[in-house]
């Protein structure tokens, strides 16, 4: 068990007993968290066979009438008009706060500088008051445990430039992934994390750190909310996500999973998902090409959220999965916008309560949920549709591996024409109806958020479910200062994400670092062109050198050369290749250093070259660059051991 078993809930494990909604005048229905939201686009194989794509309506008349006596058929899907006239959309500023637009302008920011918009000075200072509190408290109540030597180190309270570096360091560990966290200051050649690691934090003041992460302040836990243990956290955030950019006109509200197989009772099970087990967020992301990849609002799909729905009186008549969207975009009603929603959410009942509020809505919906008896009824053949209106209210019946309703109080009925790629390379022009065409392009958004962040996820297997949830919305703040960044840079050269996270981390450590800046620096220091080795002709034609020596094995220059300490001859600094010669009694001779020098260019040969004295006394013919500089004939040497071997004689 970890070390921070004792902060756990011990809840035992259930499923959520929340069911769906169910509509009058249909049998009370309970469902899942399936993501049935996706229009097929795969063609059957009877219709590859065949090679047509025709798409058509139901043929009826223009009044016919439909089990719900408000809806009509529609036989000519082109004529159709929305009666009225659509809300006027009303926005206090588009995109990015004119605010730091302003600030931009003036003061260009850097990455650094928009992450500090969401996870700024005020975040920060904050997790480290919560941390270094519960340290306070574990050690008050553990005698028995010393700050003096607590998990191989003394332990000091957590700064925030402390805090800003653990920060980065977690962010590196999502993109250079090892299996441990300790192997990233591991010293072994065969799995070790980048240099980066060890120079600007020890492995025990990572994992103090991260022992005593806390996410709101210890006094306000209560064991039976388990929320209040990251709620204080989870509200800040939120709410800067919010002031500092726009949703824009169109937005999609969809459900997230964190993977998650500990102990918690608010624990929720997806088959569909990929992960199928964990923590549900629900989030309200921006549909336009300049919000993609943000989450401006978001909640946690816990019975302490529903209760806090449930306190709205407006709210009363709507289900408890109908509520969902409504309190993510409350603050967004009565604008003219405009919500792209999935079949867990979307019925008849909330699109009327939506549009009461000057709110439109498209989204899948379930047949149980308000379809009309007309369309239910209606048998379609592959790429067949059906529409059907009630005055502003169109619902949509479209049929390619099985059928899917779609209702949308802003679109016409209609097709739009596009090219489906068969097998073979063969391609298809088929009609989709444009209310599904529209509820494609937009309604990916909260899925690509969680595309761009699965690469480069941080998160690791815990018990401490509050500590990972932490940790990914902290990421999940990085990718909105992401989208800020390249908005206020224009979208001029829109890397990928994981190069936006070096940016990031690379900022961070220049500023609370200064090691990292003296790596950094030493990094990036030229490196003097490597000279290859020449031999000449009379070298060549020399006497074959003799058994044993290093050209004979082909090892290259002998051990205690400066090529092999990487040390060029003209940096050459041994103490066994300087000989001081005293002055003789009685004579006048001076102090003589001899050292071995580089032989110096000359016009004529810029890579002058002697043979080595001690090598021509063996029968040797070796060329070297090297020679005594305090000689007068100046020698030429090859190594330290000669240079002493010609100076004794």
Known sequence: MSSDESDNEDFRPQFSDFEGSTDGGESDVSFDDSDTDYVPEVVSDSEEDSGTSETISVESNVSSPCGDVSFRLLSDPFSDSRPGDLPI???????????????????????????????????????????????????????????????????????????????????????????????????????????????????????????????????????????????????????????????????????????????????????????????????????????????????????????????????????????????????????????????WYSSINLAEFLYSKNTLTTGTIRPNRGVPQCLKDLSLQVNQSAFARRKEFLVVKYCDRSPVHVISTKYRAGFVERNRFLKGGRRQMIKIPLPIQKYNEQMGSVDLVDQMLEPTDPTRKSYTWFKKLGLHLMVRMVLNSFVIFYNLNNHENRSEFSAFIKMVVHEILSEYSLKYVILDATKNEPKAPRRKRRRTASAQRGPDPQPGTSHQRGLGPQPGTSHQRGLGPSTWNSSSSKLYFDPQPGTSRQSVVHWLMTIPRTEEKKRPQKKCRICTREGKAKWVRLQCAGCEEKPGLCSPEHFNVYHEQ
């Open 89 to 343: 959309y009303v926005s206090d500023f588009e995109d990015v706060h004119p605010v730091i637009l302003h600030h931009h302008d003036q003061h260009p920011m850097n990455a650094f500088d928009c992450l500090q918009l969401f996870l700024g000075v005020d975040v920060i200072s904050s997790l480290c008051e919560w941390t270094n509190t519960r340290a306070a408290y574990f050690f008050r109540d553990n005698p028995e445990k010393t700050k003096k030597n607590f998990m191989g180190k003394k332990w000091n309270d957590v700064t925030v430039e402390e805090m800003y570096i653990f920060f980065a360091l977690q962010l590196l560990m999502g993109i250079t992934k090892l299996p441990r966290i300790s192997d990233y200051w591991s010293q072994s050649l065969l799995c070790t994390g980048p240099p980066v690691f060890t120079t600007v934090m020890s492995r025990n003041r990572f994992s103090q750190i991260l022992r005593f992460l806390r996410f709101s302040h210890p006094d306000n836990v209560q064991p039976s909310q388990p929320m209040t243990r990251i709620q204080t956290f989870f509200d800040m955030v939120r709410e800067k996500s919010m002031n500092v950019f726009s949703p824009g006109e169109n937005f999609a509200v969809d459900e997230s999973l964190l993977l998650y197989k500990g102990r918690l009772r608010f624990r929720q099970y997806i088959k569909t998902k990929r992960k199928r087990f964990g923590l549900k967020l629900f989030a309200l992301c921006p549909s336009s090409k300049e919000g993609r990849g943000y989450t401006w609002n978001f909640c946690l799909y816990t019975p302490q959220m529903y209760e806090d729905i449930s306190r709205d009186e407006d709210l009363a008549h709507l289900s408890k999965s109908e509520r969902v969207p409504v309190f993510l975009m409350k603050s967004l009603l009565n604008k003219g916008r405009h919500v792209v929603l999935d079949n």
